[in-house]
């Protein structure tokens, strides 16, 4: 958006800037980056409950890997899915949010029981919606609305406010 907002590039100069843009976010994807508060905790206390969790997120799977494996949070999932984890689909584009394939293949990895799905764009909220599951809403997040007007099916503030928030859930089942 930034290129296009400044008069756009040759297909061969995007290119070469992109690739070099990824090689730097790939030696710097966790130099600046700590979990929300509350995170560590409650990803350890939903995991002593028996929850079995999943990232979905559009960032490229490698990178979300290597950002989760530096936090120290990589063991807490049995799945990531990346943006480009399901492919690309008949338009040439990747199948990631807010397509629902992401989220339908990490409910599919978990077991196909009960779903939720947490995020913090319009994104996932059209991607939960499309696929049939209760969504979150994490206001402290990106959002790139207000959060109440992601059709959530409950809004937290903080991530240490999850748990309470799927008391009050009925998951898909």
């Given at each position: 958006r930034a290129v296009?907002?400044?008069?756009?590039?040759?297909?061969?100069?995007?290119?070469?800037?992109?690739?070099?843009?990824?090689?730097?976010?790939?030696?710097?994807?966790?130099?600046?980056?700590?979990?929300?508060?509350?995170?560590?905790?409650?990803?350890?206390?939903?995991?002593?409950?028996?929850?079995?969790?999943?990232?979905?997120?559009?960032?490229?799977?490698?990178?979300?890997?290597?950002?989760?494996?530096?936090?120290?949070?990589?063991?807490?999932?049995?799945?990531?899915?990346?943006?480009?984890t399901m492919g690309r689909g008949p338009d040439g584009q990747f199948l990631a949010k807010p397509n629902p394939a992401p989220i339908?293949?990490?409910?599919?990895?978990?077991?196909n029981g009960r779903f939720v799905f947490i995020g913090d764009s319009t994104y996932d909220a059209r991607a939960a919606q499309a696929a049939g599951v209760p969504f979150v809403a994490a206001a402290y997040g990106y959002c790139d609305v207000p959060p109440a007007t992601m059709d959530a099916n409950a809004i937290i503030d903080s991530f240490d406010g999850l748990i309470p928030a799927l008391t009050t859930l009925t998951p898909t089942a």
């Open positions: 296009e907002a400044q008069g756009g590039l040759p297909d061969e100069a995007f290119r070469r800037l992109y690739k070099a843009m990824l090689g730097y976010y790939e030696a710097h994807s966790a130099v600046h980056t700590v979990p929300y508060p509350g995170v560590p905790e409650t990803l350890a206390a939903l995991a002593a409950q028996g929850v079995r969790m999943a990232v979905v997120t559009n960032k490229f799977e490698s990178f979300a890997r290597s950002v989760l494996g530096q936090l120290g949070l990589i063991d807490t999932f049995e799945t990531v899915i990346g943006g480009d339908l293949a990490a409910r599919a990895a978990l077991g």
